[in-house]
């Protein structure tokens, strides 16, 4: 069989697995405006998506649309980022939104050049705006769809880190033609690799897939296993007590200080603490007063 009827024959396969697994997820299906996708593709960075929900809801009632973002405080950006982690993507995320306040009159702009250019926007995010929220037919690459391609057509597993030629070439390679059917291709795949397909345990018997799956035929070889640096584990890391201090902080009334002592009386280890302080005010996430109180900046 050639590639190209293995293409066909994978579509058919899936399309019709998206009809009735695809979640329903508030930014989906047309209910958001593109400033709506982008928060959203924002937010899910290394985040699972069940978090992901409630706090894009809470923050799209807010701040509806990059104007409005771009007249918050950045205390209140900060505070409403709340557990999503990563919190200097809300501070990126609001120079995004000054800049297109600014340069196209709350507009997101709908090329691929102009969407790198903001604030915080990379490959992956600007191809999924043009993708799911301007319908353009545009390869999406991230680390599910290019688990699933790999395995699916190279049976091989992809080996993490930036995407490879290959894997970038294949993407391009086995994206449909028609804008509407690469959008939901780009949204099918991501999603298998997100519920079924997953890295290190995928449920191949759940999968549409699973008959015509290079990688399943082959017996899965070398499941999971990839070149990637050990993980890290969260409890005593730079991360927790980054996140102490700025939890402190939310749960204070707007423009309220910790006092030396209470930032002190966070965490045991001085040396650490006083690092961590550091970095999240050289982040621009905090602010140290002459006093050694902190607040979030004003």
């Not at 190209?4 to 329903?24: E, K, Q, T, Y």
């Not at 960075?45 to 990059?66: F, G, K, L």
């Not at 080996?159 to 290959?166: D, I, K």
């Not at 002190?264 to 140290?288: H, K, R």
Request: hydrophobic share 40%; net charge negative.
């Amino acid at each position: 069989m050639s590639e190209a009827s293995d293409i066909a024959v994978v579509r058919s396969l899936l399309f019709p697995w998206w009809d009735g697994h695809a979640r329903d997820l508030p930014w989906r299906f047309g209910r958001t405006t593109p400033w709506g996708v982008l928060v959203s593709e924002v937010m899910s960075q290394q985040t699972q998506m069940s978090r992901v929900v409630p706090y894009w809801i809470a923050w799209m009632e807010v701040w509806p649309d990059a104007r409005a973002l771009s007249m918050a405080s950045s205390a209140e950006v900060i505070t409403a980022w709340g557990r999503l982690g990563y919190p200097r993507r809300a501070l990126r995320l609001q120079s995004c939104a000054r800049v297109v306040t600014e340069a196209y009159d709350d507009v997101l702009p709908r090329s691929y050049e102009e969407l790198t250019a903001l604030p915080g926007i990379g490959d992956y995010t600007a191809s999924a705006v043009m993708s799911f929220a301007y319908g353009e037919r545009i390869a999406v690459i991230d680390t599910n769809i290019r688990r699933v391609l790999s395995r699916v057509f190279l049976g091989i597993e992809s080996q993490g880190g930036t995407a490879s030629r290959e894997e970038r070439e294949l993407a391009a390679r086995v994206l449909p033609q028609d804008a509407d059917e690469s959008v939901t291709w780009n949204q099918t795949i991501m999603e298998l690799g997100a519920l079924v397909c997953s890295a290190k345990n995928p449920q191949c018997e759940q999968c549409p897939l699973a008959r015509v799956c290079a990688f399943n035929l082959a017996g899965k070889p070398g499941l999971g296993h990839k070149p990637t640096r050990p993980r890290q584990h969260f409890k005593g890391t730079d991360r927790q007590v980054r996140g102490l201090i700025l939890e402190a902080l939310r749960t204070l009334p707007s423009g309220s200080r910790i006092s030396h002592d209470d930032v002190a009386a966070l965490w045991p280890v001085t040396g650490q603490l006083d690092s961590c302080l550091a970095s999240l005010d050289e982040d621009g996430l905090i602010e140290i007063h002459p006093d050694s109180s902190v607040s979030f900046p004003s």
